[in-house]
């Protein structure tokens, strides 16, 4: 198994950042690809940003690229998106991810983090 961590979550206003952390625990941190993912109230959980294990690799949705930045701390177990330039859009409950098998880095991923609210106020 897997634990996930999300933490960084908060109340900001439009055009404002926020750092989203992710802690992992439980299995090998270097060989997952890691993704984050978010919910708003009635809608489908999406994908936002996913990084490979190696951390050369990235992939945004189009709602967030150029604004919001994933990254990866080996050492510390950790994923962190930096999120500029936020929109009332944004606003959702953002989840880490964790996935240990498989090609593709916006899907398929078995492990969940219990989720950060982001709330961005216009």
């Known amino acids: 198994q897997v634990q996930l961590v999300e933490s960084g979550g908060g109340l900001v206003q439009a055009g404002d950042s926020l750092r989203l952390s992710c802690a992992a625990s439980?299995?090998?941190?270097?060989?997952?690809?890691m993704g984050w993912f978010r919910q708003a109230p009635g809608k489908e959980r999406e994908f936002v940003a996913g990084?490979?294990?190696?951390?050369?690799?990235?992939v945004y949705a189009d709602s967030v690229k150029g604004r919001f930045t994933i990254s990866r701390d080996n050492t510390k177990n950790t994923v962190y998106l930096q999120m500029n330039s936020l929109k009332p859009e944004d606003t959702a409950i953002y989840y880490c991810?964790?996935?240990?098998?498989?090609?593709?880095?916006?899907?398929?991923?078995?492990?969940w983090g219990q989720g950060t609210q982001v709330t961005v106020s216009s």
């Open positions: 991810a964790a996935k240990f098998r498989g090609v593709l880095i916006t899907t398929e991923y078995d492990y």
């Open positions: 439980g299995r090998t941190f270097s060989s997952s690809t």
């Open positions: 990084i490979r294990w190696s951390g050369g690799s990235t």
